[in-house]
């Protein structure tokens, strides 16, 4: 089987890169600096579905996003979390969180309609992503 991403996960995100284990998606609401890792494992809901070797790298990506989310956009707090509850296939939410984001501190989810990032928030927040991440993203 090859990996293919969730209808849902790809309507609502616009890709920033990919690594041999994972995709990095930025979720398309500018609100807050909202990025998905999405590990490139077929039919994947829980994090014990990964091996333990999946699980370590999978792990280190998504430490490495919570750095440069908090680097690249001065967050405060990096709220991370594997929910899976409207979308099954395993992905993990890194968002960074600042006192003065619309939500706080509560969660981001339903406090407040997302506002669409326009194709050069996009561009801007792949770029930072890439850049900080560095050579290892494609």
Known sequence: MSFELHPQLAADTHRVSETDDCLLLVMNDRQYPWFIVVPKVEATTEWHHLDPDQ????????????????????SRKINTA??????????????????????????????????????????????????YLGADNH
């Open 55 to 74: 699980q370590t790298r999978v792990h280190g990506f998504c430490v490495s996003v919570g750095q440069a989310i908090q680097s690249v956009f001065g």
């Open 82 to 131: 594997a929910l899976g509850n409207i979308v099954s296939q395993l992905h993990i939410h890194v968002i960074g969180r600042t006192p003065d984001d619309p939500a706080w501190p509560g969660p981001v989810w339903g406090a407040q309609p997302p506002l669409p990032l326009s194709d050069a928030d996009v561009e801007t927040r792949t770029l930072m992503m890439k850049q």
